[in-house]
């Protein structure tokens, strides 16, 4: 080790390099600076992390780092990197179609173009490092909550589902076999559901071999999405593992760490606090590898460890936003979310009190920024918490489980709770609502992290929604049970099979088969006995598609259209009185 000179480290990277969800309490760079320390080095580790940072900003980051000579540099990065791979040319696009008219799969053709584009921004990326940093230069492959992080019902809608929707819905139950979970993947290939099935499957039985394979092939679907959460599947995985051997830079592997401080076992809450970023444990565990590597450097071994850790209020708070952040990119898994609600309280009581708050912010119709509520659950911990303009959701699948939770340690505001719900989401005489307003129609804000405006992704100008899943839900909050009338303009597109079912509360209300693909108008009563006081759910169940519609593949937006068709079209959802009720 350098007697009396200052080591100067820099760590550089995206979000999970930044602590997200305990920062900036608590980070990486704080705990393996005091890790160094600990062992006698003396050191500053300098945090040029930057949360949602993409592969080309990285790289000007590390140029700028780089100038300042550091004597090591950190890199944790990849979750953020499949984003890019998307942004397909003409030249992409084209092969992409080409290869599908010749008879390849989609999911080839996609993966194929996917697949030689990420090794090469990759091993460019790699030539880069090793330009700025030499030798000096350690990567950190990040790894993703295989076990307990739950995939949402848009990433489990069947891909080109043309024929096959009907079939797909027979195999879903509350307890889907193996056999089944099989017949799931043999359909859609590139869908998580199956692989997550036989993962659990198997993790229950005890076969951690094949729940880990299966838990990363579920992962390796989202190479077919855009949608997030970000992640590192096996082909980045791969490429960066390549292209760091042909470059001569040194990895720390962490889909190896965690599985050896594991002893086999399947990374999951234990590790993470969400999906791809760390707990204060999993940041332990990186940084004393990393920690290692420097020493190794410096000819030395790390003989001792930190007791540095996040105080409780950091902790709680990081499992309290990590269930807001996990419910609002579309984790609704009530399972999950009410993991992370009961270890917030756990860990310290007083959180309860912005629980509180929060759940009576969400319920309100008063926009975020003018809600005094807000400013007093808005912390520097969670910089990101926001309510999109043109996305407002009343959050009801994470706000109930809040109450859940609250409930279990005495606190019972369910009463109150729906009294705002009622208060703010039913209306006045007369009673009349608009379900395509977001609050009625979204239940996170998946939609806005996909970078849209509206459902059909892209074509936020259409004075009409689109829906891209087979089964889509809507919110109505009723005062009081009594007949209602819904009026509805709706349009199915060609080719589908036109038969449209509605349900309300789980419970069948109408079903029409339409006559034409022009606009059509269902206005029907609703009798009170399928209502409740609070929320009701209304579920409308589109038609099976029989075929795509005829494109060309020109761009990935046609692409996108042939993989995640458009069920059906609301230009009008209106719920009122009944007049004529005496």
Known sequence: MNSGKKTKVVFLGESVAAGFMYAPHYTPSIFLESLLKANGMICNVEDETKVSIEMPELIKKCVSAANNCPDYAIVFAGNNWRKGLWKLSEGESDRIYQAIQSGVKWYKAVGNVIQEK???QIDSFFFELKSLFSDKVLFVIPEFNLKDWRYNSYDTELNCPFGLSKQWRTLITDDVSEENAKKMISLDPVNPLGYEIIARIACKNGDNITASD??????????????????VNSIIKNSIRKAAQIHGIAVCDLPKVFAEYLEGGIPGND???????????????????????IFKQQCCNLTVSSDLRPEQEISSHAHFYAAIHSAHIGNLDKDYLLYHCRKA??????????????????????????????????TAQYPTIRQPDDCMVMDIELVDVMM????????????????????????????????????????????????????????????YSSFRTNCSNFYLIQSGVSDLTCDIIIKTPPYSFAE???????????????ETTNWFKIEENIPA??????????????????????????????????????YGHIMQFIVKERKDVL
């Open 404 to 463: 859940f939770a609250l409930k279990e340690i005495g606190i019972d505001i369910h009463h109150e709770i729906n009294d705002i719900r009622i208060t703010n989401h039913a209306g006045k005489a007369p009673f009349i609502i608009n379900l395509l307003e977001t609050y009625y129609k979204e239940s996170s804000y998946f939609n806005t992290f996909l970078g849209s405006k509206s459902v059909d992704y892209g074509d936020g100008k259409k004075m």
């Open 529 to 566: 006995e399928l209502l409740k006081r609070g929320v009701n759910k209304i579920s409308i169940k589109w038609s099976n598609i029989a075929k795509p519609e005829e494109n060309t593949f020109v761009t990935e937006r046609l692409l996108f259209d042939y993989i995640r068709p458009i």
């Open 214 to 231: 299966m838990y990363n092939k579920a992962l390796d679907t989202n190479l077919y999405r855009l949608g997030p959460p970000p992640a």
């Open 345 to 378: 309280l756990n860990i310290q009581q007083e959180i309860a009190e912005k629980m509180i708050k929060y759940c009576k912010c969400a319920s309100q119709k008063t926009p975020w920024r003018l809600n005094k509520l807000f400013t007093e659950i808005n």
């Open 118 to 120: 990420a090794a090469a």
């Open 271 to 293: 590790l993470f606090i969400d999906y791809c970023h760390l707990t204060d444990t999993g940041i332990r565990v990186a940084c004393t590898e990393i920690a290692k590597w």
């Open 500 to 514: 449209i079912s509605i349900s309300i509360n789980e419970k069948h209300f109408y079903s029409v088969k339409a």
